[in-house]
């Protein structure tokens, strides 16, 4: 596509129940990037892909968030158990490699009651 | 470590005057430094880059940066602004040499112009 796409781009759960959030990046972009953005915060880095290599995981705020990439393309963010704290725009960005400028798509708005 | 510092939350200036937008950094090594932009209800969309070369680097919209290594600044500059400037802008910097490999972002300057 023409830039970076994500899904849904908003969703309201209930505490405790598990989320699955989409991403498909910009074709032939082999750098996928997961952030967090807080309302009134920064954004705040989550996990990073590139091509083959095992993901960078350091920036999850706990176990009960994951990630995948399936086919060096579309990334899944699942956050288990959701807490009211998991509340905030998740945003997916995309680049040839991690030099360049990275391409965000418009966010998923989490909400959790 | 790494870190970004936006030391104002909220910049008003007046339609034509010129604006200035507040970014220093902290990284160990040479540093690669952008500018970002987010509108209502809109993802953020790049407006520059600073990696290598001439300090003075110009992007989208009219917008420019100096990079000021002793200072240790980004600051985003553009000599008239428009009511369409207003919108949310974040710094964002990576360490060449640190082996990170996300961005670490400012905590965003919201931009008001002033018809």
């Known amino acids: 596509g023409a830039g970076v796409s994500q899904s849904p781009s908003n969703k309201v759960t209930e505490k405790g129940k598990d989320v699955e959030l989409r991403c498909d990046p910009i074709?032939?972009?082999?750098?996928l990037y997961w952030y967090r953005q807080s309302l009134g915060q920064g954004l705040e880095f989550l996990i990073y892909?590139?091509?083959?290599?095992?993901?960078?995981k350091s920036g999850l705020p706990s176990d009960r968030f994951s990630a995948e990439r399936t086919g060096g393309s579309v990334s899944t963010l699942t956050i288990q158990r959701t807490q009211q704290e998991d509340s905030a725009v998740y945003l997916c960005?995309?680049?040839?490699?991690?030099?360049?400028?990275?391409?965000f798509g418009p966010g998923t708005r989490l909400t959790v009651l | 470590a790494q870190s970004v510092a936006q030391p104002e939350d909220q910049v008003n200036v007046a339609e034509g005057n010129p604006l200035t937008v507040k970014c220093t950094y902290s990284?160990?090594?040479?540093?690669?430094l952008f500018w970002y932009v987010q509108y209502p209800n809109r993802g953020l969309q790049f407006l520059l880059k600073?990696?290598?070369?001439?300090?003075l680097v110009k992007g989208s919209y009219g917008f420019e940066a100096e990079f000021n290594k002793s200072q240790t600044s980004f600051h985003l500059k553009k000599p008239s602004a428009l009511v369409s400037d207003s919108a949310l802008y974040f710094c964002?910097?990576?360490?060449?040499?640190?082996?990170?490999?996300?961005?670490?972002f400012g905590t965003g300057t919201r931009l008001t112009v002033i018809p």
């Open positions: 960005a995309s680049s040839w490699s991690f030099e360049v400028e990275q391409f």
């Open positions: 074709s032939g972009h082999t750098a």
């Open positions: 892909f590139q091509g083959n290599s095992a993901p960078d």
């Open positions: 990284v160990s090594g040479n540093p690669y």
């Open positions: 600073y990696i290598t070369g001439d300090n």
């Open positions: 964002a910097v990576r360490g060449v040499q640190t082996g990170a490999n996300n961005l670490f």
